[in-house]
């Protein structure tokens, strides 16, 4: 949705802000019994591909603004619940699975991946050349906030692709029928 604002950082936040609908278009026909369903050969289910996104777009958010993890989406530790994600269960190297209990329901998991859509678009918005372009501590070196912000956009998209072959395995019906 364009904002009339044709800044880099504008750019990116609207990169950002059109995540939500391209992925969540995917979710059709999931439900809470199934949000936790694996499938042989594919790494996630829907819910940890949710929580993953979410805490990760945080952990860029907080490089920008420097506030930590929402309580109110996430728990420090390996489990979560039907309200939080547990932020070790859905971190880089964690291991999906099926217990449902472990966390959030389907709707719930879609407002913590929204919510973390609007704090990163959020936070790229008002930022100038110099925001952008200032380095930042990622994984094992540093990125420029700019190129992290491009590459949680392109990892949204790698993970909406693994719940597009999901959707095919669970045998779902196609989302453009």
């Known amino acids: ?16 802000t059109a995540c939500k609908p391209l992925l969540t278009r995917y979710l059709v026909g999931f439900t809470d019994a199934d949000r ?44 979560g619940d039907a309200l939080h994600f547990g932020d070790e269960s859905v971190a880089f190297n964690s291991t999906p699975i099926n217990d449902p209990a472990r966390y959030p329901t389907l709707a719930r998991s879609v407002l913590i991946y929204e919510s973390a859509c609007d704090r990163l678009a959020q936070c790229v918005q008002g930022l100038d050349h110099a925001g952008l372009s200032r380095t930042v501590p990622w994984g094992q070196g540093t990125s420029a906030v700019s190129a992290l912000v491009q590459r949680m956009i392109f990892h949204n998209g790698m993970h909406t692709g693994q719940i597009a072959d999901l959707r095919r395995a669970l045998k779902m019906h196609s989302i453009f029928a």
């Open 1 to 16: 949705m364009p904002t009339g604002n044709h800044t880099a950082a504008a750019a990116l936040a609207e990169g950002v």
């Open 36 to 79: 936790c369903a694996q499938a042989e050969n594919l790494p996630n289910h829907a819910a940890w591909s949710l929580g993953h996104l979410a805490l990760t777009m945080h952990r860029v958010s907080e490089k920008i603004d420097g506030l930590g993890l929402p309580d109110t989406d996430f728990r420090k530790g390996p489990t």
